[in-house]
């Protein structure tokens, strides 16, 4: 479903270009779950930008559902994978009510019922019709994560891209969001792609991962094989035991 | 009805847009100097629409050359000018004037600032050099001379004096709407709406725009009085509105010449001024401190 082939990303331009991803390549399947691990500045929210579409790769090819991605995507295309971001107090508009929040995706894309699901997608979040008309700052945080959630799924897109959707929530709100989105891609078939440095939530939801460092994808192995400290690269193990309290069942 | 509006958990679109704004409403009532430029800005806006029945419809402009520079009395409450028109009236009927130029002035600043300002911040590059000249050419001219020679250019008149005035008072707004549109422009709710396919123009107004519009409507509240001061100031070098039209600064500069023995002809549409001028600098600091403690 998500398909990389050496691609790099650049942010700049001539001899000041600093390259934030070099020659990334991995895939993943239908309905798997991949996780990116690294440090801050590793290039792993970089790669996840490029997937998405938000920022141009510089070279090799991004190919999700099968189609080669164009720098500039076509609505049908950008339908195809939806995005939870790190910060729920700075991924919803401040003056737009919950419901507004919804219903601007489903306009955009020219959907219709949008009473019937944008109910729907509150539903499947855990959220009731009291949330509705809320705005932002009526909200706790894992509420607007969770609505962040219902805006990315109210497209029914086939890949969600996930940019540490839980650091900024408290261990508790933590739990129940991944459980909500391990919930979620079981019962939509999703694909998705998760990027954290927190081992034990990538593990949590994601069978694969693949380790980043300086812009490069330095390891990738499995979830199970992580826990087992089964792993073959100096970095990865360095993760691991800065990752002490590392438990797979959070 | 206060319950309905305070409700955490509104039943509609509708409902949660009243509450937002109620909630605005009890913090801005709550401050006592913002209510009073509110009541006097509200007060003058009733006084211009209801100037002929408050002064009768003809009472600014009527001549009567033998009740010349009268002092205050029971027929004329803030006397008579030099040529025998009450000034009770002209003051009344002058808030038109003064409002009509707020008004236009506000109407042509809003938009331009705005229309220069969201793509200069959002594109940036190329678009926002360009854009950001020509506004630092524009700033670069001081205000009341610009103005002068614009009037004097164009010829006197309300409708020169709003353009001329209009002229130099956008680039502040053009500058202030880019500000916030660098702010927001990598909002993680801007990428959302890129992820959805929104397109750019869709972005800046439906997103971008609202957020923009307080600060900018503050910032149009407390320019008001500068904007006051700068049409009286051009009314009173002649170059604002014509005679015999009641504008203020023409009234003041008309009372000049008997200031020491007719002290009121100068005085009492300056007070007009004044108050003018306090009233909405009151609201705008109001208007202010509510969109603060929203933020």
């Known amino acids: ?250 | 009805m206060r319950a309905w509006l305070l409700d955490p958990a509104p039943a509609s679109r509708r409902q949660a847009r009243c509450g937002r704004w109620f909630r605005a409403w009890l913090g801005f009532s709550s401050n006592g100097l913002a209510m009073t430029g509110l009541a006097i800005v509200v007060a003058l806006v009733l006084i211009a629409v209801c100037a002929p029945l408050i002064a009768g419809s003809r009472a600014a402009t009527l001549q009567s050359l033998g009740d010349r520079l009268q002092p205050a009395s029971r027929a004329h409450w803030f006397g008579t000018d030099e040529l025998g028109r009450d000034i009770f009236a002209r003051t009344v009927f002058g808030a038109r004037i003064t409002l009509t130029i707020v008004a236009l002035v506000g109407a042509i600043v809003v938009p331009v600032g705005l229309v220069i300002g969201l793509p200069a911040g959002y594109f940036g590059g190329a678009v926002d050099a360009v854009l950001m000249r020509l506004t630092d050419i524009f700033l670069a001219f001081p205000r009341l001379v610009l103005a002068l020679a614009f009037a004097a250019a164009l010829g006197p008149g309300i409708d020169n004096a709003v353009v001329a005035i209009a002229l130099t008072t956008w680039p502040p707004y053009a500058r202030l709407a880019r500000a916030e549109t660098l702010t927001h422009r990598h909002a993680e709710f801007v990428q959302a709406a890129v992820l959805q396919g929104a397109s750019r123009t869709s972005i800046l107004f439906r997103q971008i725009l609202p957020l923009c519009l307080p600060s900018v409507l503050i910032r149009l509240t407390l320019d008001m009085a500068g904007i006051i001061i700068t049409a009286a100031g051009l009314g009173f070098l002649g170059l604002g509105a014509q005679p015999p039209a009641p504008e203020w600064g023409a009234m003041v500069a008309s009372g000049r010449q008997v200031l020491l023995n007719q002290w009121w002809v100068a005085t009492i549409p300056g007070i007009a001024i004044f108050v003018t001028s306090v009233g909405f600098n009151l609201l705008g600091d109001g208007l202010r401190d509510v969109a603060d403690a929203r933020g």
């Open chain 1, 1 to 250: 479903m998500i398909r990389l082939d050496g691609v790099t990303v650049r942010y700049g331009h001539g001899r000041h270009a600093i390259v934030a991803a070099h020659g990334i390549s991995f895939s993943v399947a239908r309905g798997a779950a991949y996780g990116l691990v690294g440090e801050s500045g590793s290039g792993k929210s970089t790669v996840l930008r490029a997937v998405a579409g938000l920022i141009a790769h510089a070279g090799g090819r991004v190919e999700l559902a099968g189609q080669a991605m164009p720098a500039n995507r076509t609505r049908p295309q950008r339908r195809l994978v939806q995005m939870v971001f790190q910060d729920p107090y700075g991924s919803l508009h401040p003056n737009q009510t919950v419901d507004q929040a919804l219903a601007s995706p489903l306009r955009v894309q020219g959907l219709d019922g949008g009473e019937a699901r944008i109910a729907a997608a509150l539903r499947e979040v855990g959220l009731g019709t009291e949330h509705r008309f809320r705005f932002p700052h009526q909200l706790s945080g894992g509420q607007r994560q969770r609505v962040a959630i219902a805006r990315a799924l109210i497209v029914a897109p086939r890949i969600l891209l996930l940019d540490e959707p839980t650091s900024a929530l408290d261990v508790s709100v933590q739990a129940e969001i991944l459980n909500l989105l391990t919930r979620l891609r079981r019962e939509h078939g999703l694909t998705m792609l998760m990027v954290s440095h927190d081992l034990a939530v990538i593990a949590h939801l994601c069978e694969h991962v693949g380790v980043m460092q300086h812009g490069r994808l330095v390891e990738q192995t499995t979830a199970d094989a992580l826990a087992a400290g089964a792993v073959s690269h100096d970095h990865t193990r360095d993760l691991l035991l800065s990752n002490a309290s590392f438990d797979r069942r959070v």
